[in-house]
């Protein structure tokens, strides 16, 4: 590659957004350079274990105890890897961060990002999420409306195909969805339950998944989803979607692509006489080599924090405490949902009946709390929703149990009874006191300041969490289910992998970091289109409304850049 070049674009990462961002500036002609900070991975080739089962591993699948220290962070609470995908997963000990409070960030370095790693679940944001800011006068009040977004939400779904049910709800809008996954029988039973016994508007469906399931579907040469349930070893047929199997092969496929991993990107750089960023920094990960990439249209898309911090350190004459940083607000408002908590149940009956498969999805409960006067709670603000998936035990079960002979040989080949499990994903509020920092004394192998993070859950989440039990509770007593119980795991911000915020979107420069296009209010030419944009986190999981924005965005720099805007 000519390092003089000046390119029409960088983009900084290769994730969800990264990949988006990618694809579209790519289609729209600009000559693209991708920075990932860590390895290649291509599609198909660099998934050495999707066709691994549980024999094949000396520990069935767990990690070594060496490498439970290397994990330490995603291993605290048992979330860890195991040993089929840890190398999609970073090495804690060679990539520290500085938490003043806890904060489990999991991370993903190689090209491709945490779209090899993600759940898929896939759900819209309502107008009740993108005005609750402004009506309860929390942060700062969100620039766009759903009416802006909605047709880049119908853009990305038809293209990452989304499977789902359409229920006509005003807090979880329907989109373009491909056939829905089945429910089993004890799921369909709460279902039920659920709708004779409550009168608030709580439902139970099927996960809306970024799974392909209709055969007759033809998306960029992708397949149908196997229900293999091993989407996070990378899927080679392509039936969940991500930046591997979709995005960045159609920006390959347009000729504008340069992409090049082992790139650490720290700084954007700015200049004062033209008021725009000129290229960014980068150190190779390889060679330890500095290197300086130009372009006319930069887009962040590294993953929320690590976002963030490059913003940090992309300090100048003009801008002493981090790019576009006029407001003091970068940093803040760092956000993620409630997770580890819920219930469990288990539920007799139904056991002339199975499933079929390993579907890779579980149903979903919307929000129903504080929508209107009718479900309005005391004690807390916004709601939360709830995931999970029931299933029959399967022969472990038996091991415990004194037994022998023809009877014992007879259960363990039998499936034994069903039990249900469901997790709470509840919203986090923007406090601008939640934030994260560049450390003044601790640097990274490269010499870069660790991040520092500051980020707690205040009494309007603590609130919240205890009546994501409680409601939990009642809903499988209804249904008649036994020995339930309620649970709640040490767990704190950061390990719903949905962290958010810290360069957040808003009407003026003096209040927020980027305007409603995702541009740097004061440096426009620098777009930010991952978590970091965050205003406030809904209680869905994010990433598809990651992509919306960032085709959203991308289509307005490419417009932009041909009407000579950031010439």
């Given at each position: 590659?000519?390092?003089?070049?000046?390119?029409?674009?960088?983009?900084?990462?290769?994730?969800?957004?990264?990949?988006w961002?990618?694809?579209?500036?790519?289609?729209?002609?600009?000559?693209?350079?991708?920075?990932?900070?860590?390895?290649?991975?291509k599609?198909?080739e660099?998934?050495?274990?999707?066709?691994?089962?549980?024999w094949d591993?000396?520990?069935?699948?767990?990690?070594?105890?060496?490498?439970?220290k290397?994990?330490?962070?995603?291993?605290?609470?048992?979330?860890?890897?195991?040993?089929?995908?840890k190398?999609?997963?970073?090495?804690?000990?060679?990539?520290?961060?500085?938490?003043?409070?806890r904060?489990?960030?999991?991370?993903?370095y190689?090209?491709?990002?945490?779209?090899?790693?993600?759940g898929?679940?896939?759900?819209r944001?309502?107008?009740?999420?993108?005005?609750?800011?402004?009506?309860?006068?929390?942060?700062?009040?969100w620039p766009v409306?759903?009416?802006?977004?909605?047709?880049?939400y119908?853009k990305?779904e038809?293209?990452?195909?989304v499977?789902?049910?359409?229920?006509?709800l005003?807090?979880?809008?329907?989109?373009?969805f491909?056939?829905?996954?089945?429910?089993?029988?004890?799921?369909e039973?709460l279902?039920?339950?659920?709708?004779?016994n409550?009168?608030?508007?709580?439902l139970?469906?099927?996960?809306?998944?970024?799974h392909?399931?209709?055969?007759e579907?033809?998306?960029?040469?992708?397949?149908v989803?196997?229900?293999r349930?091993?989407?996070?070893?990378?899927?080679p047929?392509?039936?969940?979607?991500?930046?591997?199997s979709?995005?960045l092969?159609?920006?390959?496929?347009?000729?504008?692509?340069t992409?090049?991993?082992?790139?650490?990107?720290?700084?954007?750089?700015y200049?004062?006489?033209?008021?725009?960023?000129?290229?960014?920094?980068?150190?190779?990960?390889?060679?330890?080599?500095?290197?300086?990439f130009?372009?006319?249209?930069?887009?962040?898309?590294?993953?929320?924090?690590?976002?963030?911090?490059?913003?940090?350190?992309?300090?100048?004459?003009?801008?002493?405490n981090?790019?576009?940083?006029?407001?003091?607000?970068?940093g803040?408002?760092?956000m993620?949902?409630?997770?580890?908590?819920?219930?469990?149940?288990?539920?007799?009956?139904?056991?002339?009946?199975?499933?079929?498969?390993?579907?890779?999805n579980?149903?979903?409960?919307?929000?129903?709390?504080?929508?209107?006067e009718?479900?309005?709670?005391?004690?807390?603000?916004?709601?939360?929703?709830?995931?999970?998936t029931?299933s029959?035990?399967?022969?472990?079960?038996?091991?415990?149990e004194?037994?022998?002979?023809?009877?014992?040989?007879?259960?363990?080949?039998k499936?034994?009874?069903?039990?249900?499990?469901v997790?709470?994903?509840?919203e986090f509020?923007?406090?601008?006191?939640?934030?994260?920092?560049?450390?003044?004394?601790?640097k990274?192998?490269?010499?870069?300041?660790?991040?520092?993070?500051?980020?707690?859950f205040q009494?309007?989440?603590?609130?919240?969490r205890?009546?994501?039990?409680?409601?939990?509770?009642?809903?499988?007593?209804?249904?008649?289910?036994n020995d339930?119980?309620?649970?709640?795991?040490e767990?704190?911000?950061?390990?719903?992998?949905?962290?958010?915020?810290?360069?957040?979107?808003?009407?003026?420069?003096?209040?927020?970091?980027?305007?409603?296009?995702?541009q740097?209010?004061?440096?426009?030419?620098?777009?930010?289109?991952?978590?970091?944009f965050?205003?406030?986190?809904?209680?869905?999981?994010?990433?598809?409304?990651y992509?919306?924005?960032?085709?959203?965005a991308?289509n307005?720099?490419?417009?932009?850049?041909?009407?000579?805007?950031?010439s």
């Amino acid at each position: 590659m000519n390092k003089e070049e000046v390119y029409d674009a960088i983009v900084v990462g290769t994730g969800i957004s990264g990949g988006w961002a990618a694809k579209e500036l790519c289609e729209n002609g600009l000559k693209t350079l991708v920075l990932e900070r860590g390895r290649m991975v291509k599609h198909l080739e660099d998934y050495p274990t999707m066709h691994d089962d549980a024999w094949d591993y000396p520990l069935k699948g767990e990690l070594s105890a060496a490498d439970k220290k290397k994990y330490h962070v995603q291993n605290r609470v048992n979330w860890a890897p195991k040993e089929d995908v840890k190398h999609f997963f970073v090495n804690d000990l060679e990539h520290p961060y500085v938490e003043t409070k806890r904060f489990d960030w999991i991370r993903g370095y190689q090209v491709g990002g945490r779209s090899l790693t993600w759940g898929r679940q896939s759900y819209r944001w309502s107008d009740i999420d993108f005005e609750a800011n402004k009506k309860e006068g929390i942060g700062v009040d969100w620039p766009v409306r759903y009416k802006d977004i909605a047709p880049w939400y119908d853009k990305v779904e038809k293209y990452i195909g989304v499977s789902g049910e359409k229920l006509g709800l005003k807090q979880l809008p329907d989109g373009q969805f491909q056939p829905p996954m089945e429910l089993n029988c004890v799921e369909e039973e709460l279902q039920k339950s659920t709708r004779e016994n409550f009168d608030d508007g709580r439902l139970v469906t099927i996960g809306r998944v970024a799974h392909i399931t209709d055969p007759e579907a033809d998306i960029e040469g992708r397949g149908v989803c196997q229900h293999r349930n091993r989407c996070w070893r990378g899927c080679p047929f392509g039936g969940y979607f991500s930046s591997n199997s979709s995005t960045l092969p159609a920006a390959e496929r347009t000729g504008n692509m340069t992409l090049r991993p082992n790139s650490i990107v720290y700084e954007v750089v700015y200049d004062d006489a033209t008021q725009k960023a000129t290229g960014v920094k980068v150190i190779d990960t390889e060679t330890h080599e500095e290197l300086f990439f130009k372009a006319k249209v930069i887009f962040l898309c590294a993953s929320a924090m690590a976002s963030v911090g490059i913003l940090l350190q992309s300090k100048s004459d003009r801008f002493p405490n981090g790019l576009g940083n006029d407001s003091d607000a970068l940093g803040r408002g760092i956000m993620d949902h409630h997770y580890k908590l819920g219930a469990t149940a288990k539920v007799t009956g139904s056991l002339d009946k199975y499933y079929k498969g390993r579907r890779a999805n579980g149903f979903y409960i919307p929000r129903f709390v504080n929508l209107d006067e009718k479900t309005k709670k005391e004690g807390y603000l916004r709601g939360f929703g709830y995931q999970g998936t029931a299933s029959r035990q399967d022969w472990s079960a038996s091991v415990a149990e004194m037994g022998y002979g023809a009877d014992l040989k007879e259960a363990i080949l039998k499936p034994g009874q069903w039990q249900i499990g469901v997790t709470g994903f509840g919203e986090f509020l923007p406090y601008d006191d939640n934030r994260v920092t560049l450390s003044p004394t601790e640097k990274d192998k490269w010499g870069l300041p660790q991040l520092a993070f500051d980020v707690a859950f205040q009494e309007n989440e603590y609130r919240m969490r205890e009546d994501i039990k409680k409601e939990i509770v009642a809903m499988f007593e209804a249904a008649g289910f036994n020995d339930v119980q309620p649970y709640e795991q040490e767990s704190g911000p950061g390990l719903g992998i949905h962290e958010m915020g810290g360069a957040r979107m808003g009407h003026s420069a003096k209040t927020s970091i980027l305007n409603e296009n995702n541009q740097v209010h004061l440096v426009p030419n620098v777009y930010v289109t991952d978590g970091a944009f965050m205003a406030s986190s809904s209680c869905v999981n994010p990433s598809l409304t990651y992509m919306a924005f960032t085709a959203r965005a991308a289509n307005h720099a490419a417009k932009e850049f041909k009407a000579g805007t950031f010439s």
